[in-house]
């Protein structure tokens, strides 16, 4: 138990200071017993969030140094990294945005494009 509750403060030292807008590294924090089953990430510290009109898309820039983004919204919204994002009909070629994606790995994408059909806001906490 002393070992658990020492590696537990260790682990805790180790984390970064937050600071509102600058990027945290993304991590998944180990539970007690050091398994991996709840996958809680720490908290974010560079949120940005969108407020959309109905069917107008909006581009979000990609902070510098940012590999990951996690997206939540209070309405459907589409995402596409490469171009401007649409509301989908058919679309067959591969280049249809993402229905409600919860997660990316952005790697090179300097801009993310997010519309949706309703008005509603998109947040993007980011990470590095």
């Known amino acids: 138990m002393k070992r658990l509750f020492a590696a537990a403060i260790i682990a805790l030292l180790a984390l970064p200071a937050l600071a509102a807008g600058t ?3 993304f991590k998944i924090l180990p539970e007690n017993g050091g398994a991996f089953s709840s996958m809680v990430r ?3 510290t560079y949120v940005n969030a969108n407020a959309l009109a109905a069917n107008v898309a909006e581009s979000q820039t990609v902070p510098t140094g940012a ?3 996690m997206f939540s919204s209070t309405c459907n919204f589409y ?3 490469t171009t401007t994002a649409t509301v989908p009909g058919d679309t067959t070629d591969g280049t249809a945005s993402e229905l409600n994606p919860a997660a990316w790995y952005g790697g090179d994408v300097t801009t ?5 059909g309703v008005t ?4 993007m906490a980011f990470y590095k």
Do not use: E, K, Q
Not at 120 to 123: D, I, L, M
């Open 23 to 25: 990027l945290n590294t």
């Open 42 to 44: 720490i908290a974010p």
């Open 67 to 69: 590999r990951w983004v």
């Open 79 to 81: 995402a596409n990294p």
């Open 112 to 116: 993310i494009s997010i519309i949706a």
């Open 120 to 123: 509603c806001t998109v947040t």
